[in-house]
């Protein structure tokens, strides 16, 4: 597609449940990025994949939360057991390598809504 | 670790000019990014400045970087209601760029008519 796709665009679920959120890249994007934006609040770093390095877990909030990703295609984030404050809108971006190594700019999905009740 | 602060809230008039600032910790970052954020939409890439640039000016905008303070600003002119919206300042973890982002907390930009 012409830009990052995610889905669903907006998911309820209970206390309790587990989720997956899904995202596909731009075709040929190397780097994808996962974020969580609380309501009113900026973007909290989740997780990061560059091809077929090892991710950087480091933005990852607890033990309920992992993704995957199958070489440079899709990624799905999943989060075990939810809980109300996990509510939150989780936005996605990919990105490719210019010369010299260096990221060019990520572009982000519309995101997936998630209200946990 | 790495931090990007900015303030949370500017009104302007509309023709006026805007300056939103933006404060960061990662010396080594090689880009500096500012995003758009539209009700209900999606992250959109304003411009960027390399680091070893002063000031990079597209159009309506003008990015000023000062490394030496670690500090970076947005300066829009002749501002429309149509640029309310929130703006976040982000940087590229790591000198390498081919890290994470990390974004500031976000500017909320309200034009008066």
């Known amino acids: 597609g012409a830009g990052v796709s995610q889905s669903p665009s907006n998911k309820v679920t209970e206390k309790g449940k587990d989720v997956e959120l899904r995202c596909d890249p731009i075709?040929?994007?190397?780097?994808l990025y996962w974020y969580r934006q609380r309501l009113g609040q900026g973007l909290e770093f989740l997780i990061y994949f560059q091809g077929n390095s090892a991710p950087d877990k480091s933005g990852l909030p607890s033990d309920r939360f992992s993704a995957e990703r199958t070489g440079e295609s899709v990624s799905t984030l999943t989060i075990q057991r939810t809980q109300q404050e996990d509510s939150a809108v989780y936005l996605c971006?990919?990105?490719?390598?210019?010369?010299?190594?260096?990221?060019?700019?990520?572009?982000f999905g519309q995101g997936t809504r998630l209200t946990v009740v | 670790g790495e931090d990007v602060e900015q303030s949370l809230f500017l009104s302007v008039r509309e023709g006026d000019s805007s300056v939103i600032n933006c404060t960061y910790t990662?010396?080594?970052?090689?880009?500096l990014y500012w995003y758009k954020q539209e009700p209900g939409a999606g992250l959109q890439l304003l411009t960027y400045i390399f680091s070893n640039m002063d000031m990079k000016q597209d159009q309506r905008l003008t990015v000023l970087l000062n490394k030496k303070d670690k500090h970076l600003s947005l300066r829009i002119a002749d501002t429309q209601t149509g640029d309310s919206a929130i703006y976040f300042c982000a940087e590229s973890a790591g000198s390498s760029n081919t890290g994470k982002l990390i974004f500031g907390q976000g500017t909320t930009l309200q034009v008066k008519p």
């Open positions: 990662d010396s080594s970052s090689t880009y």
């Open positions: 971006a990919s990105s490719s390598i210019r010369d010299r190594g260096m990221n060019t700019e990520a572009f």
């Open positions: 075709s040929g994007h190397t780097a």
